[in-house]
Every structure is written in structure tokens, then in C-alpha cells.
């Protein structure tokens, strides 16, 4: 996989509770210059949107726990999308999916995709679920007509797996996130059945890819 067929299934991310606009202004001239997109905490996607507007810019939903109502959940959406948001990754209640509740899980992630006409990445958090709770949680994102299933925030011990990549797979197409350092790692991601990665590396990986 060359850079040019590489560079759009990034997505460059800074999400750490520091970053400041500067910090995401680096990250929008680093996808820019390479071919990425962004994603980046949703209080500067507006912000964002007027500094690059070439960037496909994706932000975050309930990040990172999840915890959020569903209402604080469809409203975050609807405010992202009207500042300029092109994706949205929201996470998933754990608690809820631990506790049985996959009903109250589908509901949640129905209300945002309903919300917004843009897609919706569903985050599991796959380093805190069992192997039958992410398989509930990927049914749940797929009946709620989320576009992709996502591994992890970065929050969590541990990112992404290839056997976890795998797995989601079989349900919607997966974004790769948590871990994700080089182009080898990525391209490992991609032939496990990655579609995207979400990576703070995105420099990393793009520029150790072959030119052509």
C-alpha cells in the first residue's frame, strides 16, 4: 500500500485533555500536507473547519467514558456537526453492555446516528470487554446503522488487536485505534480487515509507506 492509497484511511488524531488549538493546528497542517484526516476533540471543531477546510475533520462523542446521557449524546453530535464536523466517533456505555443492557446500548448510539446525516464510528473499548460483549457490542452498532465499529479511545489499557480487528470486522467495517505506531502496524490493522486507523502517528505511518 502505497502513501497516496494510505493517507485517507488515517485518521491523525490529538485528544489528550491538554491539547490546546495549537496542538490541533499542528495535527490539521500535518494531515493537510500528507493526505489525512483529523480528528480532534469537538470544543475546537469549529475552530478547526475555518483553519482547514480540505480536512476531512472527525471529533468525538461521550469521549472517553462513554457516561454521557443520551440526550447530552445526540445534542453533542448535532453541535459537532453543526460546527463542522464531517465523522463523529462516539463511545459506547461499557456499563450498560457489561450489566446486560444491549437494548439501552443500541438506543443510545440510534439517537446519535439519527441525529446527524454524517457517519457515526461506534468506539467498544475493546480492552475492557470480553470476547461475547464486544460481539454484542458490534450487533448493537451494527442495528443502530452506525457506518464503522472503532477498538478503543487511548484511554484504556491496551488499543488495538489484530484478533479484535478480526472479529469486528465480521459486523461493519473498523477503525483501528489504540496503539497503532508504523506502517507496519498498520498495515497489519488492514489485512486483518481494518478500513481506517486512528492513530497520533499519522506522520509515522504515511511517510513509512512506499512513495509509490
Keep these: ?22 496542538d490541533v493546528e499542528a495535527v490539521l497542517d500535518e494531515a493537510d500536507e ?12 469549529e475552530e478547526a473547519a ?7 475533520l472527525a471529533t468525538v462523542i461521550g469521549f472517553p467514558h462513554g457516561q ?14 453543526k460546527a463542522g464536523a464531517d465523522e463523529l466517533d462516539m463511545v459506547i456505555n461499557v456499563g450498560r453492555l457489561k450489566a446486560g443492557e ?17 457517519p457515526v464510528k461506534v468506539i467498544i473499548e475493546t480492552a475492557l470487554l470480553t470476547e461475547d460483549e464486544k460481539r454484542r457490542a458490534c450487533e448493537a452498532a451494527k442495528e443502530a446503522d452506525a457506518a464503522f465499529v ?3 479511545t487511548g484511554f484504556a489499557d491496551g488499543g488495538a488487536t489484530v484478533e479484535d480487528v478480526e472479529l469486528m470486522a465480521e459486523y461493519l467495517p473498523v ?3 489504540g496503539g497503532v505506531g508504523s506502517y507496519e502496524d498498520a498495515l497489519a490493522m488492514f489485512e486483518a480487515g ?6 497520533s502517528s499519522g506522520v509515522e505511518i504515511v511517510s513509512g509507506a512506499p512513495a509509490e
Excluded: F, Q
Excluded at 500528507?34 to 471543531?45: D, L, S
Excluded at 481494518?194 to 492513530?199: F, L, P, S
Design 1 to 22: 500500500m502505497n502513501r497516496d492509497d494510505l493517507a485517507p484511511r488515517i485518521d491523525h488524531t490529538v485528544l489528550g485533555p491538554e491539547t490546546t488549538m495549537k
Design 34 to 45: 500528507w493526505g489525512m484526516n483529523a480528528c480532534i476533540p469537538p470544543c475546537y471543531v
Design 50 to 56: 475555518e483553519y482547514a477546510p480540505d480536512v476531512v
Design 68 to 81: 454521557n446521557t443520551t440526550a447530552a449524546k445526540h445534542e453533542e453530535a448535532v453541535d459537532a456537526w
Design 102 to 118: 444491549d437494548d439501552v446500548v443500541t438506543e443510545d448510539i440510534s439517537e446519535v446516528v439519527a441525529a446527524v446525516p454524517i
Design 150 to 152: 472503532k477498538t478503543s
Design 175 to 177: 477503525k483501528a485505534s
Design 194 to 199: 481494518a478500513e481506517r486507523i486512528g492513530a
